[in-house]
């Protein structure tokens, strides 16, 4: 399958380009005229490195670990300075290779200098293809708030090869897939299903998987396009993570994101049953298949005092004793939701995160 899909954006159509297209597509920046500066994630220069070998070669090669602090504003001017010393002008062109870190990295980065560079971005982890390589978001932290500065900035091109996926980590194929059945939660409850009926076999049947990467992205695609500055019908991609924030933050990131979203979907439909607001039909439905993406984290220690803490204090809801969030209603339809952080809604979440995770 190498039909390339088209997202419309602010700054004109983008193009994701799949297998051969997306590898032969690489070959060409790296043999092209226009000068590049490569920011790569080290772990997957190193595993990759024939695949990468005409881009790591070029003059300007930027290798980060992986990690949140990397990501942080105080890093940033280490990163303008190589830029500079690399000689950048506008008409260049950034590459990110590697996964959301290296993602927000580059597309701030791109936003920012000379008020902005071209980008493009191989994405190399599951999240990354399925998820957050389309959407024109950046986000990057700052010492005390994680995700608090960013911008929207499309990159021109995503080359999505598949062959990354080989060398992931098995949680961070999880991660990955976690992002997937949100997606599909969303599109409702066929596509749920029928992603819940091949879930086994998603881990071993590589074609299957990017099925199901290409769907969530087309998925996406219809919202992004409708609501590219995330103010209105885009929101409900917030599905499972009001939660999972908080259940990352409580556990300073030791759950990796799309697992704590995963275990934050389970827990927004088990505390909406309980406040009334959903069914508890619907949380029976989803939780054979959401419990088996976490599984391994299901008696993780979130304590709680820290997991309020960090709800409370979550951006959309600072101050106002209440917590926005995305819930599934009496139909199973996702919308955004307010409500007060009362006894009935904390005793809820403790509920599920004390007893009714590890079921
Ligand atoms: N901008 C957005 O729209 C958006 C959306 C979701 C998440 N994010 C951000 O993305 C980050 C999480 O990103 P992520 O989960 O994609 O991964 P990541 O960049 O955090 O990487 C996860 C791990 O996988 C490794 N890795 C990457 N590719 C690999 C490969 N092919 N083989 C082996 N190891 C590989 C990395 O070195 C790292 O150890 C968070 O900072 C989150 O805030 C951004
Ligand atoms: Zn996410």
Redesign the pocket.
């Known amino acids: 399958m190498s039909d390339t899909l088209t997202i419309q954006s602010h700054k004109g159509p983008y193009d994701v380009l799949f297998g051969d297209d997306a590898r032969s597509g690489l070959a060409a920046l790296a043999a092209g005229d226009r000068p590049l500066h490569v920011i790569v ?1 080290e ?2 220069a190193a ?2 490195t024939d695949r990468l070998a005409p881009l790591l070669a070029g003059p300007s090669v930027l290798r980060l670990e ?1 990690t ?1 602090t990397n ?1 942080s504003l105080e890093k940033f001017p280490a990163y303008v300075d190589h830029l500079v010393g690399k000689g950048i002008r506008r008409d260049h062109l950034l590459v990110a290779i ?7 990295t580059t ?1 701030f980065l791109a936003a920012t200098m000379l008020r902005g560079v071209d980008w493009a971005f191989c994405p ?2 599951l ?2 293809q399925a ?2 390589c389309i ?1 024109s ?3 990057i932290n700052s010492a005390s708030a994680k ?1 608090i500065l960013g911008t929207f900035t499309p990159p021109r091109t995503i080359y999505l090869d598949v062959a ?2 080989d ?3 098995p949680r ?1 194929v999880r ?1 990955g897939v976690g992002e997937i059945l949100k997606v599909h939660a969303i599109d409702g409850p066929d596509s749920f299903a029928a992603l819940a009926a091949d879930y086994d076999r998603l881990f071993s049947e590589p074609d299957l998987m990017l099925r199901y990467v290409r769907r969530a992205l087309e998925i996406k695609k219809a919202y992004i396009e409708d609501d590219e500055f995330d103010r209105g019908p885009r929101n409900i991609f917030n599905y499972g993570h009001t939660f999972g924030h908080a259940i990352e933050a409580a556990t300073d990131f030791a759950i ?3 697992i704590a979203v995963t275990i934050g979907m389970d827990m927004a439909n088990f505390v909406s049953s309980r406040i009334g607001h959903g069914t508890e039909d619907h949380f029976r439905r989803l939780h054979p298949t959401l419990a088996s993406n976490y599984d391994g984290f299901e008696s993780h220690p979130v304590p709680f005092d820290r997991f309020l803490a960090a709800i409370l204090k979550d951006k959309k809801n600072t101050g106002t004793g209440s917590v926005t969030m995305i819930l599934p209603g009496a139909d199973g339809r996702l919308a955004k939701v307010t409500h007060a952080a009362d006894d009935g809604f904390t005793s809820a979440c403790n509920t599920f995160l004390d007893e009714v995770r590890s079921q």
Not at 98 to 104: E, M, P, R, V
């Open positions: 994630d772990r997957v595993l990759h992986a949140e990501k590697g996964g959301g870190i290296i993602q927000d597309c190399t982890t999240l990354a998820d957050s959407g978001k950046s986000s995700n990354f996926q060398t992931l980590d961070d991660s990796p994101h799309g």
